[in-house]
């Protein structure tokens, strides 16, 4: 394609501003074009390339979908990973995962300490 080059990462950037062509191609000819609604604005999407060829920006080989979609195309696991937010406090996933597996018992023990504290 002419106008663009090949970044370090194997994908075609426009020569005058440096911007990716699939994103372009996929904003362009896909994203705008939809008739159904957009959940999340495009700035949030991820442009898939389905051949996993980088320079193959044809409409039917890209596809829009979230990081999360795309992790699972790529067979990413990231359900364990531990992550940083502020970049201080660490927030483990697992803890949400026992949260939600003993969710009723939870909400029984909350119900009971409310009873508690009303009649004494």
Known sequence: MEGTY???????????NDKLVHRKVAYEEIYEG???DHIFPFSEMVV???????KNNDT?????MTQGEH???HGIDNTK???EYSGQIEFDLD?????MDNIIIIIILFLIGIFLYKIF
């Open 71 to 73: 992790e699972i195309v």
């Open 95 to 99: 803890f949400i995962d026992w949260i």
């Open 6 to 16: 090949e970044d370090k990462s194997g994908y075609l950037r426009f020569k005058n």
């Open 81 to 83: 990973r531990t992550k």
């Open 34 to 36: 939809s008739e159904w």
């Open 60 to 64: 039917s080989n890209l596809r829009i």
């Open 48 to 54: 898939h390339h389905i051949d996993g060829n980088k």
